[in-house]
């Protein structure tokens, strides 16, 4: 059991940077809003289609590492009782959506990316780029969400340092403020927060003697 959590923590750094990395580094999503030039919105999407695939195959898989994460912080803090249990399960339900947004948004990428025919893409380019627009905020509701969650944890049961709670909260508190104009962006400023729960998870876990070897 103390294996199979150490790999969640683990999954916790992992899956994060690999959604960062695939959905903000390799695939940049595009710079020009949905009211931008059509030929430009479809330049952007032909001109990077093998960035468009590959960052979202990793960010993908982010989302499946995330879900291992949510799942080891489930059951950590469901062997306390209330709320820590409580609290365990928001975690867990917002982590499945954060990672069904992450999968909706890397399949919507891999469809655009997938249309060979300009003149096809040109044609519904519009409306594909307003759904673009926001497709990603279920990612970030879903990572807003898991973000309280474990700052309540950090609160509540120590389950991190409160200074680290108190930075996630402030994190959300911004993100949700900017959410009506910066549709998923913010998951950005969430996800190196994450990681970085992680590894402290990881390492408190060593602190209190469990042997993973």
């Given amino acids: 059991m103390d294996e199979v959590r150490r790999f969640g923590w683990l999954c916790g750094i992992g899956g994060p940077v690999l959604i960062s990395v695939g959905f903000f580094v390799v695939d940049e999503g595009g710079t020009t809003g949905p009211d931008g030039s059509i030929g ?12 468009i695939l590959v960052g979202s195959v990793i960010g993908m898989i982010g989302a499946l590492l995330l879900i291992w994460f949510v799942s080891a ?41 997938g249309i060979n025919d300009p003149r096809a893409l ?20 879903g990572l807003i969400g898991l973000v309280v969650a474990i700052s309540v944890g950090a609160l509540v049961v120590r389950l991190l340092p409160k200074a680290m709670a108190i930075v996630g909260l402030v994190l959300c508190a911004g993100a949700v403020a900017l959410s009506p104009t910066d549709h998923g962006g913010v998951a950005a ?12 998870l990881d390492r408190s876990d060593r602190a209190a003697g469990r042997n993973y070897d």
């Fill in 40 to 51: 430009v919105l479809v330049d952007e999407i032909v001109r990077a289609r093998v960035r």
């Fill in 73 to 113: 912080l489930r059951l950590r803090l469901g062997r306390d009782p209330d709320p820590a249990s409580t609290i365990g399960l928001a975690a867990y339900g917002s982590g499945v959506v954060a990672a069904a947004g992450a999968f909706a948004y890397g399949s919507f990428r891999m469809a655009l990316a």
């Fill in 122 to 141: 040109t044609e519904g380019m519009r409306p594909l780029a307003i759904i673009g627009e926001h497709v990603g905020d279920v990612l970030m509701w």
């Fill in 189 to 200: 400023a969430l996800l190196p927060w994450m990681a970085v729960a992680g590894a402290m």
